[in-house]
């Protein structure tokens, strides 16, 4: 399972990396991050800012995630076929992550486009995404459960 799951992961990192960089291409030099109409609030970062916090969060949560997976399988001593599971649920958590990061910054970018932009879509695939976040949160608790 290992030997597929690793190509996706990889793949789906290189997609919401250059889509990030894409995206910064495309965006002015403030980004608009939150709007309230109604209290007429909002929150704005620099280009530059952006990118550094975005391509922080995407490298970060990438590296830490398989390095902790690969880790995960030299020191610890027990069942190894458990923490193969374990360590492949952790890249697949960054297969997740990674396409959270894509459709969010992708959200960012239109929003911030001058265009008239409606977030229905986006908005839904982001609430798609927060939801199988939640349900791969659980898978590890039933990973956990079911550990003989």
């Known amino acids: 399972m290992s030997r597929f ?3 996706i992961w990889f793949l789906s990192f290189l997609a919401v990396f250059f889509a990030f960089i894409l995206v910064y291409a495309n965006l002015g030099e403030a980004v608009t991050i939150y709007q309230d109409l109604a209290e007429g609030k909002f929150s704005v970062l620099s280009k530059s800012s952006f990118f550094n916090w975005g391509i ?3 490298m970060g949560t990438n590296v830490l995630l398989y390095v902790f997976a690969k880790l995960l399988k030299i020191t610890w001593r027990t069942d190894k076929t458990f923490l ?3 360590s492949d649920w952790f890249i697949v958590l960054a297969v997740v992550l990674n396409f959270f990061y894509l ?3 992708l959200f960012i970018m239109f929003f911030n486009t001058q265009e008239n932009f409606n977030p229905a879509f986006l908005g839904n695939l982001i609430r798609i995404s927060i ?3 939640i349900v791969w949160l659980l898978r590890l608790i039933l990973l ?3 550990r003989k």
């Open 144 to 146: 956990l459960i079911r």
């Open 5 to 7: 799951i690793k190509p």
């Open 131 to 133: 939801g199988v976040m």
């Open 84 to 86: 193969q599971k374990v």
């Open 103 to 105: 459709v969010s910054t």
């Open 56 to 58: 922080g969060m995407i």
